[in-house]
């Protein structure tokens, strides 16, 4: 069974930094991209970063390149999002996810939809 617990999330003011942890099990395959989408009160979801797990290349949405930065330690199974810079408009819930066999387009587009994700864990960005 495909398990993604994320943490780390919180109260933050603006210009601050919080680091998201997604804890994985339940998949061996190799084919694979791990990723962050989040989702604001009454917005769709939002792609946010994917890595592929094959090379280990990453991607970002236009609104977070430069400040957030993806990164996988694969013998603790764990998958986080620093997050520096933040802004009120990053407040939303912060899933992590997974798809398996990904097409190449289909990573480029933050890997959305993907196949499993989290419950979420809140991160809010006051002004």
């Known amino acids: 069974e495909v398990q993604l617990v994320e943490s780390g999330g919180g109260l933050v003011q603006a210009g601050g930094s919080l680091r998201l942890s997604c804890a994985t099990s339940?998949?061996?395959?190799?084919?694979?991209?791990i990723g962050w989408f989040r989702q604001a009160p009454g917005k769709e979801r939002e792609g946010v970063s994917c890595?592929?797990?094959?090379?280990?290349?990453?991607y970002y949405s236009d609104s977070v390149q430069g400040r957030f930065t993806i990164s996988s330690d694969n013998a603790k199974n764990t998958v986080y999002l620093q997050m520096n810079s933040l802004k009120p408009e990053d407040t939303a819930v912060y899933h992590c996810?997974?798809?398996?066999?990904?097409?190449?387009?289909?990573?480029?587009?933050?890997?959305?939809?993907?196949?499993?994700w989290g419950q979420g864990t809140q991160v809010t960005v006051s002004s």
């Open positions: 890595i592929s797990g094959s090379d280990g290349t990453t």
């Open positions: 339940g998949f061996t395959f190799d084919d694979y991209a």
């Open positions: 996810a997974v798809i398996f066999f990904p097409r190449i387009e289909t990573i480029r587009r933050l890997c959305m939809p993907y196949d499993f």
